[in-house]
């Protein structure tokens, strides 16, 4: 069975952030046996004063391929793991959305992108999870992290929004490295540029950070280059941190 799970508004300022709770989910699947998790996607919403959010106003999301007879236990003890490690004062949002039901995804992807660009209410989300049948659930203070939740499952299912959490080093700053070498290793699915351009398994880009942040293109794990200066010997060099954070 595949599965989507996204959580959202589960921490503070000085607590462990979400995208940190997300992967103690995955590392305690895995450690039940329960079945295989991806990794996770970090999905920005809508920054606005009327909405609630720690720093940045970001939801987490990966996908779970689980036996079909764990279903009710990991919604179970996804509730019950969002009560007890969620930091006090957080509006926890739990969702969790079985793919192998013949979903309306548009319906999902449209509500994420809602979510990014305007305030959406609670009851918008549960009339849409109640509507297609998917588990969301609050988990503590006024629950408004279930809007981000849902919010985060829909910008998933785009394949084309989000950045993956945690960071991918092949060198240190200013050292080049093969496309061929950059896919190696299996975490990287492909090298393209900003306008979408796949570069070529013989082309070398240039390290413009020791760590490359990986973006969500395509349904497809991607790093992220640009041209370089015209005096340089290599075309491509990756995106910066905050370079990737505009996309």
Not at 59 to 87: N, P, Q, V
Not at 157 to 184: H, M, P, Q
Not at 227 to 240: E, I, Y
Request: hydrophobic share 35%; glycine share 10%; aromatic share 6%.
């Amino acid at each position: 069975m595949k599965l989507l799970i996204a959580i959202d508004d589960t921490d503070s300022l000085e607590s462990r952030g979400t995208g940190q709770l997300a992967q103690i989910m995955i590392e305690k699947i895995g450690q039940m046996r329960w079945g295989i998790c991806s990794r996770i996607t970090r999905h920005q919403l809508f920054v606005h004063e009327d909405i609630p959010y720690t720093s940045h106003n970001s939801a987490m999301c990966f996908e779970a391929e689980i036996d079909k007879h764990r279903y009710e236990a990991l919604i179970d003890f996804g509730m019950r793991f969002l009560e007890t490690e969620s930091e006090k004062g957080s509006d926890p949002g739990l969702c969790v959305v079985n793919m192998d039901n013949g979903l309306k995804t548009d319906v999902l992807t449209t509500f994420g992108r809602r979510a990014k660009i305007e305030v959406v209410e609670k009851s918008a989300a549960y009339a849409i999870a109640n509507d297609l049948g998917i588990h969301l659930s609050e988990h503590g203070g006024d629950g408004q992290g279930i809007v981000g939740a849902l919010a985060g499952v829909g910008l998933r299912l785009t394949g084309n929004d989000g950045r993956f959490r945690g960071w991918l080093c092949y060198g240190k700053t200013g050292e080049t490295i093969s496309v061929k070498d950059l896919l190696a290793d299996g975490l990287v699915d492909m090298v393209q540029s900003k306008e979408g351009d796949i570069i070529s398994s013989e082309s070398s880009v240039l390290l413009s950070e020791e760590k490359i942040k990986t973006v969500l293109q395509d349904h497809r794990q991607v790093v992220l280059v640009r041209n370089t200066t015209p005096a340089c010997s290599v075309k491509w060099q990756t995106l910066t941190k905050n370079q990737v954070k505009q996309i």
